[in-house]
Structure formats: C-alpha cells, structure tokens
Nanobody, 118 residues
Framework: QVQLVESGGGLVQPGGSLRLACAASGSLLNIRDMGWYRQAPGKERELVAIVVSGGTIQYADSVKGRFTISRDYAENTVSLQMNSLKLEDTAVYYC????????????WGQGTQVTVSS
C-alpha cells in the first residue's frame, strides 16, 4: 500500500500563489508516475500536472505557464507551485501516484482544498 499526504491548500485572492506538497510513504517499489488532479464542485476530476516515468512532465492547458510541478525522487515527494491563481482554479486538489508493475494500481491522497476568492 501507498499513503499520500497532501498539504498547503488554503484561501488566496486572484493573482496570488500557493504551493502544494505531497509526501508518499509505504511500499513505493515501481511507483512511476506522480502528480496532481483537481475536482471542482459539479465537475469531473481532471489532470492538473504529472511527472511520468522518465521525467516527462504534462500540464493541463489551463495551467500551463502558471503552475510548476516538481518531484523529489529521493524524498518521495511531489510539489505544485501555483502562481497567478484564478477563480476557476478553485477545487479540491488530489495527489496521485501510479504503480505500473506488476499490476497497474492508482493511489490517491485525501485531497486539499484550494479556494481562490476576492
């Protein structure tokens, strides 16, 4: 099993910044992908940013140029620096990790609320 613990959510004004952090623990063998998803009220969960095996980074178009994901393989952490936040970034943000072998298994954190409001 893998445990993912997020931190860093909160309330921020439009144009502000927040940094989310996620620490992974447990059985981390073959954990290849780590990243962030979000879910706004009444909407489906969507990819925000992810670091896949080999170091390739993917961002949702809506956050490109504003958010930066980073991963520390030694510390088993993944962070999301969010700048120039917009009202539409309001959501619960979930840390995500994927084990590819021997069976593809997806793990989720408990979620952290990010609210952008004036």
């Amino acid at each position: 099993q893998v445990q993912l613990v997020e931190s860093g959510g909160g309330l921020v004004q439009p144009g502000g910044s927040l940094r989310l952090a996620c620490a992974a623990s447990g059985s981390l063998l073959n954990i290849r992908d780590m990243g962030w998803y979000r879910q706004a009220p009444g909407k489906e969960r969507e990819l925000v940013a992810i670091v896949v095996s080999g170091g390739t980074i993917q961002y949702a178009d809506s956050v490109k140029g504003r958010f930066t994901i980073s991963r520390d393989y030694a510390e088993n952490t993944v962070s999301l620096q969010m700048n120039s936040l917009k009202l539409e970034d309001t959501a619960v943000y979930y840390c995500n990790a994927v084990r590819r072998f021997p069976v593809r298994t997806v793990y989720w954190g408990q979620g952290t609320q990010v609210t952008v409001s004036s």
